[in-house]
């Protein structure tokens, strides 16, 4: 068969690589010249451990198991099996990981002490009470992702890549786009993340799916490696893997201070190959989104990050605010809707599509028996 992939993102480039795969011809079309949405704009992180129970887990778990494998083929996505640690500082905090670690089923996890923490990741010099560890936690680098499988996937014989090409029509046979070119497929696999209007919105109206924002930063090398990827307390409060009855004293007994409130922020804290750190976030639900950047979270951030780290953070050289989409369902993983006779959408991974991305095009694949 012959398939074409609408969007050049981490979920457009790994449905790409399942056709492929499976033995089919490709051709991915993207309308930027190159992926500069969520896809790039993320931690990189391949993120088991917060998922909730059920689907959602399965898919987290089944994607670190084909990210590991992707890895091990493509050497330029810099896969590695880091682990995260989510550490502590207060007594209310440490109760909500040793509840996590006892319920935790196969995440992998497991409480240490500040001792314990150190020895992990001895760049945590830092006063802390110890951390919740995830040894299922991975990370991969996401400004070069994508170049990295559309390399690997060029080898094949079967992938074409059509950046600058934004796709203005669906016909019976494929698609045309704003060049006025015809490209013939099969199936079309819409992957447009969170770019929903023009023809997504002629095929599937508003799609369930609401928008959130980020900011995040990237700094100057730590000088040193960071061997996990880092959260705080803070993150117990963005992840349903988290919820029960210690998670809600948290809540009653430490509110947030007003900036992370306000911004409804977390640290997250991952070091890049060339020794930089990717930090954040904050999430902003309600549009229309600000054009700008706010400071006040990116103080917040590294007033915790230097807590943990026991120094200052490096300085500040990116920053950056990015837009995903996330199914208004919280029991779906994704938005995944057959659109036209040969066109189906898959968006609205949320935070959780780098994470989960290879699983759901794999799952796409045998819905469409590829």
């Known amino acids: 068969m012959r398939i074409l992939i609408v969007g050049g993102g981490v979920l457009g480039t790994l449905h790409a690589w399942q056709a492929v795969e499976r033995g089919h011809d490709v ?33 987290a778990q089944r994607a670190r198991v ?175 893997a988290y919820r029960g009855p210690a998670l809600d004293a948290l809540a009653r007994t430490q509110p947030q201070g007003d900036v992370a409130a306000a911004h409804r922020m977390q640290l997250l804290l991952v070091q890049r190959l060339d020794g930089s750190l990717t930090i954040g976030d904050t999430h902003e639900y309600d549009e229309p989104f600000a054009f700008d950047v706010t400071e006040d979270p990116y103080a917040h951030l590294a007033g915790v990050a230097g807590a943990l780290l026991g120094r200052p953070l490096p300085r500040i050289r990116r920053r950056w605010a990015g837009v995903y989409a996330q199914t208004a369902d919280p029991a779906q993983v994704v938005h995944r809707a057959r659109v036209a006779a040969n066109a189906v959408l898959v968006t609205g991974p949320g935070g959780r599509g780098m994470t989960c991305a290879p699983a759901i095009a794999e799952a796409t694949a045998e819905e469409l028996n590829l």
């Open 27 to 59: 051709v991915q079309l993207e309308r930027e010249p190159e992926a500069r949405g969520a896809s790039v704009r993320n931690f990189g992180l391949v993120w088991v451990g917060g998922r909730a129970s059920g689907p959602e887990l399965e898919t």
């Open 66 to 240: 084909l990210w590991a494998e992707l890895g091990e083929r493509v050497p330029a996505l810099g896969f590695r099996a880091n682990g995260s640690l989510t550490v502590v500082r207060t007594e209310a905090e440490l109760a909500v990981a040793r509840e996590a670690a006892a319920t935790g089923g196969d995440r992998g996890f497991k409480v240490l002490d500040a001792d314990e923490t150190r020895a992990l990741n001895p760049a945590l010099r830092g006063d802390f009470l110890g951390a919740l560890w995830c040894e299922r936690d991975a990370a991969v680098e996401p400004r070069t992702a994508q170049p990295a499988l559309r390399a690997e996937l060029a080898k094949s014989g079967r992938h074409t890549w059509r950046p600058g090409r934004e796709v203005r029509q669906l016909t019976g046979t494929g698609v045309v786009d704003d060049h006025g070119e015809r490209h013939d497929g099969d199936v079309v696999v819409f992957c447009t993340g969170a770019w929903t209007g023009g023809l997504v919105r002629e095929l599937a109206g508003d799609p369930p799916v609401r928008k959130v924002r980020l900011q995040m930063a990237q700094t100057e090398p730590l000088g040193e490696p960071l061997t996990t990827s880092v959260a705080d307390g803070d993150s117990f409060r963005y992840y349903p």
